[in-house]
């Protein structure tokens, strides 16, 4: 055998070689299964689904104004091109979208160069296949200045009534919300402050007079936490005709906040107001932050077979549930945050189990009259799947000053049901009903004056 064919045997041997290692790198890359996009002022989130892991990290960038994540293991697909598409007007962090190969380290990766709006505090993180869901690399951008729900509940009640520190009462306990806003006009912003730690339990106060309330009104706004359930990765329950759960109610949370802000004395703070995720935890925070008076979680319930209906209330429990189907409920609800997707690195454990673990017996006490306010007014615009408020440890409910009930709606499962829940008319009966109970509530248990350090 010559020299010359023994080189050009080498050399064919070589470049079969480097096809069989990209074959076999092709062969291993991921494949994409969907992109999504989730927009809001609490944070933007961008997700790509997959059929395997994949792994990426932000590059730095010369521009502030720019970001870059360089991802791995993944090939130029069309769906990345919809990835570009999906980038909204109205998107408060992201501009625009560009996708390009690059080469890092010798390794090739696909490079995403988000142009962004405002600073931001990038999360990059991967969460493992669940439900529905396969691999998803997930990226978090949050605003560097987080929204804070008291700063813009506080501008919207200045709107409102900006006299409202002028009009007080002699006698009557001074409002800290009104205070605030006077003092937002002195200093020209409200800087956050941590979340109120509880309070030490106090005995429990003298039996009133008899035909006396134990409760005196305070002249002062009334504060009502709405919670749609799900949103973003998260879609809840879906209906047999394709309906979804997160849909649903945060339509009807729009429309029974429409109807506490009619009254001058109360007004409503959403957990969401639109179609993105909120991790349990932070639902409760951001009622305890505005000093809810009340929470209501907003849910559609579903099971296994179509025929259960009804409408249903919760609330928490310390002594476990009071149905077996309740838990069952519970810890599907409670199984939100896997499925719509928390970044355990970040996560602050210790003050989530503390938040979560923190439960008082008045809480309870005062949850369960809202609770049957609530059931008594919704058993007038449909069916009842139980004639009593039920009890479990819901997640959300756990805020441990503010009475809170979870209110399932319907049995999305039932397809007769469902079908009464994408009715705008029906939608607009619910919101009557739980106007009206909350209405009734606070005529027996008028609010008392804040006096917990904001």
Known sequence: MTRRSSNRRQVLQAGTLVLWLGAGRAASAAQLLAVRLWPAKDYTRLTLESD???QASPSPSADSNRLLLDIEGLQLHSGLDELVGKVRG??????AIRISPHSSEGAQTLRLVIELKQAVAPQVFSLKP?????HRLVLDLYPSRAPDPLEALIADLHQRQSAATSSAKPGVPADPLGELIAERERRGGIAPTPLPSAAPTAAPPAAPPAGVSRRQPSDRMVIVALDPGHGGEDPGAVGPGGTREKDVVLQIALLLRERINARASMRAVLTRDADYFVPLHVRVQKARRVQADLLISIHADAFFTPRPQGAS???LSERGASSSAARWLADKENSADAIGGVNLRVRDQGVRQALLDMSTTAQITDSLQVGSAMLGELS????LHKPRVEQAAFAVLKAPDIPSVLVETAFISNPDEEARLREPDYQQELADAMMRGI???????????RHRPL
């Open 439 to 449: 209405d009734r509530y606070f005529a027996k248990n008028p609010p008392l004056a």
């Open 380 to 383: 007038r615009v449909g069916k």
């Open 313 to 315: 209330v919760f609330v």
């Open 90 to 95: 109205d998107d408060p962090n992201i501009a």
């Open 52 to 54: 395997g892991p994949l």
């Open 130 to 134: 669940i439900a529905g869901y396969r």
